[in-house]
């Protein structure tokens, strides 16, 4: 029995075709998206450690809504803010150094975030808007990634 060697041919176990090329199995996009949700991660939690760091100096940028049904304390809101943005960030580097682990940490934390910006909607809705936005972008990036 021969084997065929054309677009239907499984590739032998080495991941190669005849030829020497590679087989595709991630594009490249996909791992650049990665890459770029690591570096967002990275961003966003320094961004939301200085979010705490507002909230815990209890800053006058925050205004509290009086009627809201989930009610925090803004000094433990800003000590919430402060250690997810620390353990985003610290992940969000070791998504970028290409950890596996950190990828599934990640979804998890980012999930996390995403939870807290809208829990935070009513003290700060625009930035909350855009954090929930980068939130979904990453734990959408890192859920399609696939090792080569």
Not at 40 to 49: F, K, P, Q, R, S
Not at 66 to 85: A, C, N, Q, S
Not at 110 to 127: D, E, M, R, V
Request: aromatic content about 14%; overall charge neutral.
């Amino acid at each position: 029995m021969s084997s065929s060697v054309g677009p239907t041919a499984t590739p032998p176990a080495g991941g190669t075709h005849a030829g020497g090329t590679r087989a595709p199995r991630n594009k490249g996009w996909v791992s650049g998206m990665v890459l770029f949700a690591g570096v967002v991660m990275l961003v966003n939690g320094i961004l939301e450690m200085f979010h705490g760091i507002m909230a815990i100096a209890e800053d006058d940028v925050f205004v509290s809504t009086p009627r809201y049904v989930f009610r925090f304390d803004l000094t433990g809101w800003g000590w919430i803010h402060l250690v997810i943005g620390a353990l985003v960030a610290l992940v969000g580097f070791f998504v970028i150094q290409g950890a596996a682990w950190a990828r599934i940490v990640g979804i998890f934390l980012a999930s996390l975030s995403l939870i807290g910006s809208f829990l935070a909607l009513p003290y700060y809705p625009l930035w909350s808007l855009v954090i929930i936005a980068l939130d979904v972008f990453v734990i959408w990036a890192l859920c399609v990634y696939r090792e080569d």
